[in-house]
């Protein structure tokens, strides 16, 4: 079974930055898609970054230029750098892989909050 955890969430005033990681846990992993989203309180989940196995990046209006999804094969892991941070980004961020099989994994969420 693939497993992801994530990591690097927690507390940041408005405006900074925080940098979550998604680990895998295979040392050899094949994605076709590796994607980040986020659920607030009260709100459907959303994705909010999306990296193709090509390499080709993808991002909602509401975060285009502040979030940067990036993956670090030799690491296996999948990064979501995230820059001026608003009070609105606050929610749990979940990583998920879809691999070559067909197979879809979620992490178990991390949470930002983004308060002063």
């Known amino acids: 079974q693939v497993q992801l955890v994530e990591s690097g969430g927690g507390l940041v005033q408005p405006g900074g930055s925080l940098r979550l990681s998604c680990a895998i846990s295979?040392?050899?992993?094949?994605?076709?898609?590796m994607t980040w989203h986020r659920q607030a309180p009260g709100k459907q989940r959303e994705l909010v970054a999306l990296?193709?196995?090509?390499?080709?990046?993808k991002y909602p209006d509401s975060v285009k230029g502040r979030f940067t999804i990036s993956r670090d094969n030799a690491k296996n892991t999948v990064y979501l750098q995230m820059n001026s941070l608003k009070p609105e980004d606050t929610a749990v961020y979940y990583c998920?892989?879809?691999?070559?099989?067909?197979?879809?994994?979620w992490g178990q969420g991390t949470q930002v909050t983004v308060s002063s």
């Open positions: 998920k892989a879809n691999v070559l099989s067909g197979d879809e994994y």
């Open positions: 295979r040392s050899i992993f094949n994605f076709y898609a």
């Open positions: 990296l193709s196995n090509s390499g080709g990046t």
